[in-house]
Protein backbone atom coordinates (compact mmCIF):
# COMPACT_ATOMS: atom_id res chain seq x y z
CA UNK A 1 0.00 0.00 0.00
CA UNK A 2 1.51 3.57 -1.08
CA UNK A 3 2.36 5.51 1.61
CA UNK A 4 -0.36 8.30 0.68
CA UNK A 5 -3.14 5.94 0.96
CA UNK A 6 -1.60 4.40 4.17
CA UNK A 7 -2.23 7.84 5.26
CA UNK A 8 -5.70 8.13 4.22
CA UNK A 9 -6.58 4.34 5.85
CA UNK A 10 -5.95 5.56 9.00
CA UNK A 11 -7.27 8.61 8.98
CA UNK A 12 -10.43 7.20 8.14
CA UNK A 13 -9.55 4.66 10.94
CA UNK A 14 -9.42 7.08 13.55
CA UNK A 15 -12.20 9.30 12.08
CA UNK A 16 -14.26 5.94 12.65
CA UNK A 17 -12.82 5.17 16.27
CA UNK A 18 -13.63 8.73 17.24
CA UNK A 19 -17.12 9.19 15.85
CA UNK A 20 -18.23 5.80 17.82
CA UNK A 21 -16.20 7.08 21.10
CA UNK A 22 -17.99 10.26 20.87
CA UNK A 23 -21.58 8.24 20.43
CA UNK A 24 -21.04 6.24 23.06
CA UNK A 25 -20.56 8.92 25.62
CA UNK A 26 -23.00 11.00 24.29
CA UNK A 27 -25.34 7.94 25.27
CA UNK A 28 -26.80 8.88 21.43
CA UNK A 29 -30.66 8.90 22.09
CA UNK A 30 -30.71 10.76 25.22
CA UNK A 31 -29.84 14.08 23.39
CA UNK A 32 -31.54 15.64 20.42
CA UNK A 33 -29.96 14.08 17.23
CA UNK A 34 -28.18 17.17 15.25
CA UNK A 35 -29.41 18.67 12.07
CA UNK A 36 -27.15 20.49 11.06
CA UNK A 37 -26.00 20.20 7.56
CA UNK A 38 -23.46 16.46 7.26
CA UNK A 39 -20.58 16.94 4.26
CA UNK A 40 -20.94 13.44 2.66
CA UNK A 41 -18.22 14.12 -0.09
CA UNK A 42 -16.53 17.64 -1.15
CA UNK A 43 -14.52 18.09 -5.00
CA UNK A 44 -12.49 20.93 -4.14
CA UNK A 45 -9.09 18.79 -4.50
CA UNK A 46 -7.01 16.02 -6.24
CA UNK A 47 -7.34 13.95 -3.08
CA UNK A 48 -10.98 14.36 -2.63
CA UNK A 49 -11.42 13.32 -6.61
CA UNK A 50 -9.27 10.09 -5.76
CA UNK A 51 -12.35 8.74 -3.61
CA UNK A 52 -14.25 8.25 -7.08
CA UNK A 53 -13.82 5.20 -9.79
CA UNK A 54 -15.75 6.18 -13.10
CA UNK A 55 -16.60 3.89 -15.42
CA UNK A 56 -18.27 4.15 -19.22
CA UNK A 57 -20.18 1.47 -21.53
CA UNK A 58 -16.43 1.70 -23.40
CA UNK A 59 -15.89 -1.13 -20.46
CA UNK A 60 -18.51 -3.58 -22.05
CA UNK A 61 -17.34 -2.67 -25.76
CA UNK A 62 -19.55 0.81 -25.77
CA UNK A 63 -18.10 3.84 -27.49
CA UNK A 64 -18.78 6.49 -24.92
CA UNK A 65 -16.07 7.95 -22.98
CA UNK A 66 -15.70 9.62 -19.76
CA UNK A 67 -13.54 11.78 -17.40
CA UNK A 68 -13.45 12.94 -13.60
CA UNK A 69 -10.98 15.86 -12.65
CA UNK A 70 -10.06 18.60 -10.49
CA UNK A 71 -10.89 21.44 -12.93
CA UNK A 72 -9.01 25.00 -11.92
CA UNK A 73 -10.72 26.56 -14.69
CA UNK A 74 -11.71 30.64 -13.12
CA UNK A 75 -14.52 30.71 -15.81
CA UNK A 76 -16.54 27.17 -15.09
CA UNK A 77 -15.97 28.19 -11.03
CA UNK A 78 -17.14 31.46 -10.99
CA UNK A 79 -20.03 32.25 -9.17
CA UNK A 80 -18.88 29.14 -7.26
CA UNK A 81 -17.79 28.72 -3.38
CA UNK A 82 -14.50 27.12 -4.44
CA UNK A 83 -11.76 27.93 -7.22
CA UNK A 84 -11.10 24.36 -8.00
CA UNK A 85 -14.22 21.49 -8.31
CA UNK A 86 -14.69 18.57 -10.02
CA UNK A 87 -15.32 17.70 -13.77
CA UNK A 88 -17.54 14.90 -14.73
CA UNK A 89 -17.43 14.76 -18.53
CA UNK A 90 -17.24 13.29 -21.92
CA UNK A 91 -19.03 12.21 -24.88
CA UNK A 92 -22.34 10.36 -24.66
CA UNK A 93 -22.42 7.77 -27.77
CA UNK A 94 -25.52 5.17 -28.41
CA UNK A 95 -23.07 3.19 -30.73
CA UNK A 96 -20.99 -0.21 -29.94
CA UNK A 97 -18.46 -2.03 -31.49
CA UNK A 98 -19.48 -3.30 -34.66
CA UNK A 99 -19.20 -7.19 -33.42
CA UNK A 100 -21.39 -6.61 -30.22
CA UNK A 101 -24.24 -4.80 -32.05
CA UNK A 102 -27.49 -6.56 -30.73
CA UNK A 103 -25.89 -7.88 -27.82
CA UNK A 104 -25.38 -4.66 -25.92
CA UNK A 105 -26.68 -0.97 -25.24
CA UNK A 106 -24.00 1.32 -25.48
CA UNK A 107 -25.19 4.90 -23.51
CA UNK A 108 -23.67 5.36 -20.45
CA UNK A 109 -21.45 7.01 -18.48
CA UNK A 110 -20.82 7.31 -14.72
CA UNK A 111 -18.48 8.19 -11.46
CA UNK A 112 -19.25 7.13 -7.57
CA UNK A 113 -17.69 7.31 -4.11
CA UNK A 114 -15.04 4.06 -3.62
CA UNK A 115 -15.50 2.01 -0.46
CA UNK A 116 -13.75 2.88 2.21
CA UNK A 117 -12.09 0.49 4.46
CA UNK A 118 -10.61 1.00 8.20
CA UNK A 119 -9.38 -0.96 10.52
CA UNK A 120 -12.57 -1.24 12.33
CA UNK A 121 -15.14 -2.31 8.64
CA UNK A 122 -15.79 -0.43 6.00
CA UNK A 123 -16.60 3.57 6.84
CA UNK A 124 -20.26 4.41 6.23
CA UNK A 125 -22.55 7.61 6.87
CA UNK A 126 -25.36 8.02 8.69
CA UNK A 127 -28.30 10.11 7.50
CA UNK A 128 -31.14 9.22 9.37
CA UNK A 129 -31.59 12.26 11.03
CA UNK A 130 -31.11 14.37 8.01
CA UNK A 131 -34.25 14.84 4.87
CA UNK A 132 -32.88 16.04 1.99
CA UNK A 133 -29.87 14.83 -0.56
CA UNK A 134 -28.43 18.39 -1.37
CA UNK A 135 -25.83 18.64 -4.44
CA UNK A 136 -23.98 21.75 -5.72
CA UNK A 137 -23.76 21.26 -9.81
CA UNK A 138 -23.03 23.13 -12.64
CA UNK A 139 -24.81 21.82 -15.54
CA UNK A 140 -22.86 22.18 -19.42
CA UNK A 141 -22.18 20.35 -22.27
CA UNK A 142 -25.04 19.61 -24.99
CA UNK A 143 -28.56 20.47 -23.77
CA UNK A 144 -30.51 17.52 -24.94
CA UNK A 145 -28.25 15.52 -22.02
CA UNK A 146 -29.76 17.64 -18.96
CA UNK A 147 -32.99 15.00 -18.27
CA UNK A 148 -30.36 12.36 -18.08
CA UNK A 149 -28.44 12.28 -15.16
CA UNK A 150 -28.95 10.24 -12.60
CA UNK A 151 -27.76 10.31 -8.64
CA UNK A 152 -27.30 6.69 -7.13
CA UNK A 153 -27.03 5.62 -3.38
CA UNK A 154 -25.32 2.63 -2.45
CA UNK A 155 -26.21 1.20 0.94
CA UNK A 156 -24.85 -1.25 3.30
CA UNK A 157 -27.19 -4.19 2.76
CA UNK A 158 -26.99 -7.88 1.63
CA UNK A 159 -27.50 -7.10 -2.30
CA UNK A 160 -25.01 -5.26 -3.63
CA UNK A 161 -25.84 -4.39 -7.04
CA UNK A 162 -29.01 -2.25 -5.34
CA UNK A 163 -29.13 1.00 -6.10
CA UNK A 164 -31.22 4.09 -4.50
CA UNK A 165 -31.83 6.33 -7.23
CA UNK A 166 -33.55 9.23 -8.38
CA UNK A 167 -33.29 11.53 -11.48
CA UNK A 168 -31.39 15.04 -11.28
CA UNK A 169 -33.66 18.13 -12.07
CA UNK A 170 -31.91 21.00 -13.21
CA UNK A 171 -33.45 24.85 -13.22
CA UNK A 172 -30.24 26.93 -14.53
CA UNK A 173 -29.41 26.43 -18.31
CA UNK A 174 -26.46 29.18 -18.86
CA UNK A 175 -23.64 26.96 -16.92
CA UNK A 176 -24.14 28.09 -13.73
CA UNK A 177 -23.55 27.03 -10.04
CA UNK A 178 -27.22 25.49 -8.67
CA UNK A 179 -28.34 23.65 -5.58
CA UNK A 180 -30.58 20.47 -5.89
CA UNK A 181 -32.25 19.17 -3.45
CA UNK A 182 -33.96 15.52 -3.54
CA UNK A 183 -35.98 14.00 -0.70
CA UNK A 184 -34.39 10.64 0.07
CA UNK A 185 -37.63 9.16 0.84
CA UNK A 186 -38.09 9.97 -3.15
CA UNK A 187 -35.13 7.84 -3.96
CA UNK A 188 -36.34 4.27 -5.93
CA UNK A 189 -34.76 1.05 -5.30
CA UNK A 190 -33.49 -0.32 -8.44
CA UNK A 191 -31.05 -3.53 -9.14
CA UNK A 192 -28.69 -3.91 -12.09
CA UNK A 193 -30.89 -1.03 -13.84
CA UNK A 194 -34.34 -2.06 -13.42
CA UNK A 195 -37.05 -0.80 -10.80
CA UNK A 196 -37.52 -3.23 -7.99
CA UNK A 197 -40.86 -4.34 -7.75
CA UNK A 198 -41.21 -4.58 -3.95
CA UNK A 199 -39.84 -1.04 -2.94
CA UNK A 200 -38.73 -1.09 1.22
CA UNK A 201 -37.32 1.69 2.88
CA UNK A 202 -33.78 2.87 2.39
CA UNK A 203 -31.26 1.90 5.00
CA UNK A 204 -30.54 5.68 5.39
CA UNK A 205 -28.11 4.51 8.74
CA UNK A 206 -25.79 3.04 6.46
CA UNK A 207 -24.74 5.06 3.07
CA UNK A 208 -21.89 3.33 1.46
CA UNK A 209 -21.54 4.99 -1.78
CA UNK A 210 -22.88 8.17 -3.59
CA UNK A 211 -22.65 8.52 -7.34
CA UNK A 212 -24.06 10.29 -10.56
CA UNK A 213 -24.74 8.07 -13.57
CA UNK A 214 -25.79 9.48 -17.07
CA UNK A 215 -27.84 7.19 -18.96
CA UNK A 216 -28.09 8.59 -22.73
CA UNK A 217 -29.03 5.02 -23.39
CA UNK A 218 -32.51 5.17 -21.65
CA UNK A 219 -33.62 8.61 -23.29
CA UNK A 220 -31.89 7.42 -26.72
CA UNK A 221 -30.07 11.06 -26.49
CA UNK A 222 -26.15 11.55 -27.51
CA UNK A 223 -23.91 14.08 -27.14
CA UNK A 224 -20.71 15.85 -25.30
CA UNK A 225 -21.52 15.83 -21.53
CA UNK A 226 -20.41 18.46 -19.15
CA UNK A 227 -21.20 18.27 -15.00
CA UNK A 228 -19.31 20.26 -12.54
CA UNK A 229 -19.63 18.97 -8.69
CA UNK A 230 -18.58 21.39 -5.92
CA UNK A 231 -20.67 19.07 -2.68
CA UNK A 232 -22.76 16.43 -2.14
CA UNK A 233 -24.26 16.95 1.67
CA UNK A 234 -27.17 16.04 3.64
CA UNK A 235 -29.61 18.98 5.03
CA UNK A 236 -33.16 19.04 6.36
CA UNK A 237 -35.91 21.22 5.14
CA UNK A 238 -34.19 24.75 6.93
CA UNK A 239 -31.06 24.34 4.78
CA UNK A 240 -33.17 23.96 1.82
CA UNK A 241 -33.13 27.22 -0.42
CA UNK A 242 -35.02 26.19 -3.04
CA UNK A 243 -38.44 23.82 -3.35
CA UNK A 244 -36.63 20.68 -4.31
CA UNK A 245 -38.43 18.90 -7.45
CA UNK A 246 -41.11 16.24 -6.28
CA UNK A 247 -40.93 13.09 -8.75
CA UNK A 248 -44.33 12.36 -9.83
CA UNK A 249 -43.55 9.19 -12.44
CA UNK A 250 -42.41 6.43 -9.94
CA UNK A 251 -40.47 4.86 -12.55
CA UNK A 252 -37.97 8.09 -13.18
CA UNK A 253 -37.69 6.75 -16.64
CA UNK A 254 -35.62 3.90 -15.68
Known amino acids: MALSNWTTYLGR ?49 GTSTVHLELDTSPERNKGGESPATGRFWGDMRLQ ?6 GRIRGGYAGFRSKPRPTLFGEMVDDVSNHQFLAM ?18 QTDGPITTDLWQHRLYFQR ?3 G ?20 QHQIEMMRERIRTVGISLLGGNSGVS ?25 KDPSHGI
Open 13 to 61: STKLLRDSSVKILRMEGADAPSRAPLTLFRMNSQQDIDQFATGCDADIG
Open 96 to 101: VKPELQ
Open 136 to 153: RLRLGGDPRMRNSYFVNL
Open 173 to 175: NDG
Open 177 to 196: WEDVFIPFENFILTNTGELV
Open 223 to 247: GSYDLGIDSIRAVNEEDVTRPPVIE
